[in-house]
């Protein structure tokens, strides 16, 4: 079982930029596809991007362009940079996995119940 720990959220202008990371740690992160999420007050949780175990990537329309998923397998660390942000982006973000390590290497989830290990979740806060 892995345990995921985002960090890296905090205050930022609108138009700025932020790098979120997620440490897993329990399990090899190499055999987990990754994405990453985020919930407003009052708001369901949204899909942002995901990651196969090889790298393949995903984005939402409304964060292409502009966020950037990776990941380094041999630090058993997930990486969200953000840049852009905006107001009405303030949430809290949380980073997913689900084990894949019998599944295709290029498989990556876009919806929430497709994940199985979260983190706590990281506050991020755009001002205008």
């Known amino acids: 079982q892995v345990q995921l720990v985002e960090s890296g959220g905090g205050l930022v202008q609108s138009g700025g930029s932020l790098r979120l990371s997620c440490l897993a740690s329990?399990?090899?992160?190499?055999?987990?596809?990754m994405g990453w999420f985020r919930q407003a007050p009052g708001k369901e949780r949204e899909f942002l991007t995901a990651?196969?175990?090889?790298?393949?990537?995903y984005y939402a329309d409304s964060v292409k362009g502009r966020f950037t998923i990776s990941r380094d397998n041999a630090k058993n660390t997930g990486y969200l940079q953000m840049n852009g942000l905006k107001p009405e982006e303030m949430a809290t973000y949380y980073c997913?996995?689900?084990?894949?390590?019998?599944?295709?290497?290029?498989?990556?989830?876009?919806?929430?119940?497709?994940?199985?290990?979260w983190g706590q979740g990281t506050q991020v806060t755009v001002s205008s």
């Open positions: 997913a996995a689900v084990y894949c390590g019998r599944c295709s290497g290029n498989t990556y989830h876009t919806i929430s119940s497709a994940y199985d290990h």
């Open positions: 329990g399990d090899t992160f190499s055999r987990y596809a």
């Open positions: 990651i196969s175990r090889t790298g393949i990537t």
